[in-house]
């Protein structure tokens, strides 16, 4: 098998190597152009023929070579930089709609610019998908004068824009914006009453940033927006306070994975009694099980200041992959109120969902797609299943000299935690600067006072004081410097050695440049990699190691603890199938993370199949395709959006029970589609009747203040926000039907095979 393996891999290197040749010719045909000699007017003047060329049918690629050429020039001219050979490989790759690996440092900025204007020059604009507003503000503004020196105009959205400045942005050649901007631009738009509210032009060319965690880790993640949220509930305090006086072990079990809680026969009994409501499995009681198991899901497995804070009174969700609190960020409503519950505080009730799409149905709508990132290679296969990308790795432009030394592998934590502190305080006396990457806001907090009690003193980086990473990132490579960070640091950072100073960085890269310390490895061994990559950067040199312990969270799930007897001691072990054990684990999640999205994609294609027939329809009604009166317009797509939104709650609603149906019903998959698909084709009798009685109703009236009212408008506001999809899908927390078929049918069989209890 690993022959087999190793054969495939082969091929795909020279495949690679192959592609990166066709590239490297390119190259020297773009310097070959050499327009140095040209002046503005010229450059300018080439600029408007490509434009003319592009829009009058000629193919992209025929043009490549003399865009990428004028593009480097005026990269020089306006900016002062010159890109790398590397770095116009990447920009070839882009164009063809590869996602590329490009290494940190490597200037994945620039690279975009090429295909970006490119493929602008069809008019049908470009838009590049970045990890937050600030980088969308950033690089148009850096990349601007570039783009306007050729003629092209470009701009960045940003959250709070007006209606009005939001279709100017788009409006534009190139436009840079979050991923979730755009995601919610467009629902907004699916529920515009009038053309004239709408954002959005027809979707052409997409460059996603950072594109394993927008177009993988966050791809299942939901966008939603509501009508008005509904009054303030008080409820899940009484079930926070029957969730309390529950035993793990006596009242309740976890599935194998610990990803799910479960009430046993004695919670069952004791939660009815506390309850007082009988029979807790009748279906009149249905509401009171799913509210208790929500509440019992949250004090079980999450966890304060590792999945969430609280800050001024609020609940804050903390992201897995960035450590960043994730904005406007909710848990779905029964786990998001049963979380505030818990904390105490007060919850307020969602309002209804008038749209809903993934960011991984999302940014398919784009009919051209490419991505790069530091860390694309591990997950080829997710690229290539879900999306048909294929991943391409390009060279560094200087040899990557970062030393990544083995894993130090301790038996319990406070051993670990002793090493670190001793490693830290030793590498810190002489003055090499070191970024340390912890697991959680509480690990770091408590870090930090362990060196503080050491006599080092050093910066924070985590959820609770975000707002200063600008300014602690940027002395993170000074000499003497310590920062612990949870896994902010860990991507889209660059971390210039002497904080940019020219002599500190020589003082720097003579003690050996930034050393990385990683307190865990992550499910992900993409995760671990961002980390790395923030030392080593355009041929610095550095170093990287990661201290673990076998009582992690990671490890202990899969028992390496009990497999690995090993006397407890304060000095590493150094077992080296241990370190072959942590990476084949790593494997094996990515695996189930991947078959999970597999399988939950299952559920969100057809209902995403199902709007876009919908929306298409709504689409021409809005445009005036279709032959209609001003009332007649209006009248559908109301009922068109009343409808689907109705359809919307009731997929929730069947989704949420699917896996009791399918314990009796077999394959929860198919259960599900069958349910949606008959409520579905319900839908256009439903608009038709409505539509035909409120004609009547109207007269034929073509007054909008009649319209309104007969409430014939949008919402009066809407909300928009993000479903964590964490209770699904992520490590604590997948519901899905094979696990409580797994967990159930292992404690029936358990007595009877005499199952040991991992």
Request: with cysteine; charged share 25%.
């Amino acid at each position: 098998m690993n022959l087999v393996v190793k054969l495939m891999q082969k091929f795909k290197d020279r495949d690679t190597q192959n592609k990166l040749k066709v590239y490297q010719d390119k190259v020297e045909l773009i310097r070959k152009r050499n327009l140095e000699a040209w002046d503005d007017q010229q450059l300018q003047a080439e600029s408007l023929r490509l434009q003319e060329e592009a829009k009058s049918g000629t193919p992209l690629d025929d043009l490549l070579v003399d865009a990428y050429a004028l593009v480097c020039e005026a990269a020089k001219r306006k900016l002062g930089l010159q890109p790398y050979d590397v770095q116009i490989m990447a920009a070839m790759a882009l164009h063809e709609r590869f996602v590329i690996e490009q290494h940190t440092g490597e200037g994945k900025t620039l690279s975009a610019v090429m295909p970006a204007y490119l493929n602008a020059l069809t008019g049908e604009g470009v838009h590049v998908l970045t990890f937050n507003d600030y980088l969308a503000n950033r690089d148009a503004e850096w990349m601007g004068p570039i783009y306007r020196f050729l003629g092209l105009t470009v701009n960045s959205v940003q959250a709070g824009m007006s209606l009005f400045e939001k279709r100017e942005a788009y409006a534009k050649d190139i436009t840079y914006v979050t991923a979730k901007e755009a995601g919610f631009d467009y629902l907004r738009d699916t529920i515009a009453l009038n053309e004239a509210d709408t954002v959005h032009r027809p979707f052409h060319y997409v460059i996603v940033d950072e594109a394993d965690s927008l177009l993988l880790d966050e791809a299942r993640v939901p966008l939603v927006i509501t009508g008005e949220s509904g009054s303030s509930s008080d409820d899940g305090i009484r079930f926070a306070e029957v969730a309390r006086q529950l035993e793990q072990d006596e009242h309740y079990d976890f599935d194998e994975f610990q990803r799910n809680v479960y009430l046993n026969e004695a919670g069952s009994a004791k939660a009815e009694s506390l309850l007082g409501c009988g029979n807790l499995y009748d279906s009149h009681n249905s509401h009171l099980l799913t509210s208790l198991n929500c509440e019992l899901h949250v004090e079980s497995l999450l966890k304060k200041d590792v999945d969430y804070i609280v800050k001024d009174g609020k609940i804050e969700l903390i992201e897995e992959y960035t450590g960043r609190v994730a904005e406007n960020r909710y848990l779905p409503d029964g786990l998001q109120a049963a979380l505030a519950a818990k904390e105490g505080l007060q919850s307020k009730a969602g309002g209804k969902i008038l749209g809903m799409i993934t960011l991984q149905h999302f940014i398919s709508l784009y009919p051209k797609i490419c991505g790069m990132t530091a860390t694309a290679h591990a997950s080829a296969m997710e690229f290539k299943d879900i999306y048909a990308l294929q991943v391409v790795q390009i060279p560094p432009n200087r040899p990557n000299i970062r030393i990544d030394h083995p894993h130090r592998i301790y038996t319990h934590k406070e051993a670990k935690l002793k090493a670190l502190v001793q490693e830290i305080s030793s590498v810190h006396a002489k003055g090499r600067p070191i970024l340390i990457g912890a697991s959680s806001v509480e690990e770091s907090d408590m870090l930090a006072e362990a060196l503080a009690v050491a006599g080092v003193l050093c910066h924070v980086l985590n959820a609770k004081n975000d707002a200063e990473e600008a300014d602690i990132i940027a002395k993170a490579g000074e000499i003497g410097a310590v920062t612990v960070s949870t896994n902010m640091a860990g991507r889209g950072v660059d971390i210039r050695l002497g904080g940019g100073n020219p002599t500190q960085a020589e003082v720097v890269a003579m003690l050996g440049g930034l050393y990385v310390i990683g307190t865990h490895v992550n499910e992900s061994v993409r995760i671990d990699d961002q980390l790395r990559g923030r030392s080593g950067r355009q041929g610095d040199p550095g170093a990287s190691v990661f201290f673990i312990s076998l009582e992690d969270e990671l490890l202990l799930r899969f028992g390496i603890n009990k497999a690995i007897r090993a006397p407890r001691q304060d000095e590493a072990l150094e077992e080296s199938v241990l370190r072959s054990k942590i990476a084949h684990i790593q494997r094996v999640i990515m695996g189930q993370n991947f078959h999970i999205r597999q399988e939950l994609n299952s559920y969100s294609d057809m209902v995403e199949d199902q709007r876009r027939i919908l929306y298409a329809e709504r689409l021409g009604i809005l445009n005036g395709e279709k032959p209609m009166s001003p009332s007649e317009q209006r009248v559908r797509l109301f009922y068109i959006d009343e409808f689907w939104a109705d359809h919307l709650a009731y997929v929730s609603y069947i989704r949420e029970g699917i896996h009791l149906e399918s314990l009796v019903s077999g394959n929860p998959i198919d259960e599900f589609h069958a349910q949606i698909t008959q409520a579905y084709e319900q839908i256009p009798t439903k608009i038709n009747s409505e539509s035909a009685n409120m004609l009547v109703r109207l007269g034929g009236s073509n007054d909008p203040a009649k319209w309104e009212e007969f409430g014939l408008k949008s919402p009066t506001s809407t909300r928009t926000y993000i479903i964590n999809d964490q209770y699904i899908q992520n490590k604590r927390s997948s519901w899905t039907a094979m696990t409580v078929f797994a967990f159930g049918i292992r404690n029936i069989l358990r007595p009877i095979f005499k199952l040991s209890e991992f």
